[in-house]
């Protein structure tokens, strides 16, 4: 284990202060069990408070060339650039941050980040329509922007509702990833976790029997918790899923 490294304490002197949303100590930080994405969630917020344009947003270009950054991502245990994308795609799927992909005419597709906020997601919702009038002053006039939709991925998925991931898993995961639609995945933890069954295998069973039998979304709102529980469980499963 390295040693650690002492913080000679604030400065005197007045210094920059940064406001914090309040719902982000009651709500948001509860839910962060990861140090990466909490690292990147505090670095944005911070950010963000320095920018004084109207409009204010994050690009990945720039995160990936702060170097404090990624050091400080790296003290997790991961290689910077990795900690950064894996923490920005916690940040992504859990709705911290939004994601916006711009397209400039003959140049590489840029990511933008947004904060969560009432005036983001209204700005993203607007720009996914294209009425991209409030973004005129920061794009071109050749360019487009569009929402990219982002399902969580499966991985954060998994550790959101059912625990820790293990590698013996993860193989099983990807494939189920490039098996069923994103929207199947995620309707199919979260009908799971409805029922109390935080399971890999009872949501594999889900799936499997939405493509052998078709997905009705109607039919689960009407079947009672026990009914559907008794039909996503295929005959092999029953013995290991009802304990």
């Known amino acids: 284990m390295g040693r650690m490294r002492g913080f000679a304490g604030f400065p005197a002197g007045k210094l920059h202060q940064i406001r914090v949303p309040e719902p982000f100590f009651t709500d948001l930080l509860p839910l962060i069990?990861?140090?990466?994405?909490?690292?990147?969630?505090?670095?944005?917020l911070w950010q963000l408070s320095l920018q004084k344009r109207d409009i204010r947003y994050l690009r990945r270009s720039d995160l990936e060339a702060d170097e404090r950054l990624l050091a400080?991502?790296?003290?997790?245990?991961?290689?910077g650039p990795a900690a950064l994308s894996n923490a920005?795609?916690?940040a992504v799927a859990r709705g911290t941050l939004l994601r916006v992909l711009v397209q400039r005419e003959g140049a590489p597709q840029e990511e933008w980040l947004f904060m969560n906020t009432a005036r983001s997601r209204d700005l993203v919702s607007r720009a996914q329509r294209g009425e991209l009038a409030d973004l005129e002053s920061i794009l071109a006039p050749d360019t487009t922007a569009r929402l990219h939709v982002e399902r969580p991925?499966?991985?954060?998925l998994y550790e959101q509702n059912i625990g820790v991931l293990q590698p013996l898993i993860a193989d099983e995961l990807r494939e189920a990833e490039r098996t069923y639609p994103p929207d199947w995945i995620e309707d199919a933890f979260r009908e799971a976790a409805r029922l109390n069954k935080r399971n890999w295998r009872y949501v594999l069973a889900i799936l499997e029997r939405w493509a052998t039998e078709g997905?009705?979304?109607g039919i689960a709102g009407r079947d009672s918790a026990e009914a559907r529980?008794?039909?996503y469980i295929p005959d092999e499963?029953?013995?290991?899923?009802?304990?």
């Open 72 to 79: 400080s991502l790296a003290a997790t245990g991961r290689p």
């Open 237 to 243: 499963y029953a013995g290991l899923i009802e304990h």
């Open 229 to 231: 529980r008794r039909r």
């Open 215 to 217: 997905k009705d979304d």
């Open 88 to 90: 920005i795609e916690r």
């Open 33 to 44: 069990d990861d140090l990466a994405e909490l690292k990147l969630t505090l670095y944005c």
């Open 153 to 156: 991925n499966i991985f954060v």
